[in-house]
């Protein structure tokens, strides 16, 4: 197991073609997975970042490359939802981002972390 401290690959972007438009981006990752710090059993679940981008736009391979970087990393579902929007925010300052990931059940019990760029954002305030 990885430690949170390892460096992890670069969020890459690229020049949003229309940044005077609001128009919406919605990314699914269905198979994304990390591991229990605790338990040291791997963690799987679905990301679906939902964005309105400002002036930059996430590549999606460099996405997946630093998604990827998770894999055998150890980290609390909460944890690394909230760091990998984190990390999303910094690299394409949107106007507004959505970071939802449903982790698979373990022991019955399915979890669900949402976390929004600016905090307290939500899908209706648009």
């Known amino acids: 197991m990885m430690s949170e401290k390892e ?9 949003n073609q229309f940044p005077e ?3 919406e981006i ?5 198979e994304f997975n990390s591991v229990c710090p605790k338990t040291g059993l791997p963690d799987f679940g679905t990301l679906v970042f939902t964005y309105h981008p400002s002036q930059l736009c996430v590549e999606l391979k ?7 970087a ?3 990393r150890g980290i609390f579902y909460e ?3 909230n760091t990998i929007l984190e990390d999303f925010v910094a690299a394409c300052s949107p106007k507004s981002a959505m970071l939802e990931a449903t982790f698979t059940p373990r022991g019955g019990i399915t979890t669900k972390v949402t976390v929004r760029y600016p905090e307290g954002f939500s899908e209706g305030d648009r």
Do not use: S
Request: proline share 10%; with cysteine; net charge positive.
């Open 7 to 15: 460096p992890l690959p670069a969020l890459e972007t690229f020049k």
């Open 21 to 23: 438009r609001d128009y």
């Open 26 to 30: 919605r990314i699914e990752c269905p």
């Open 62 to 68: 460099a996405l997946k490359l630093y998604l990827v």
């Open 70 to 72: 998770y894999r055998n």
């Open 79 to 81: 944890h690394v939802t």
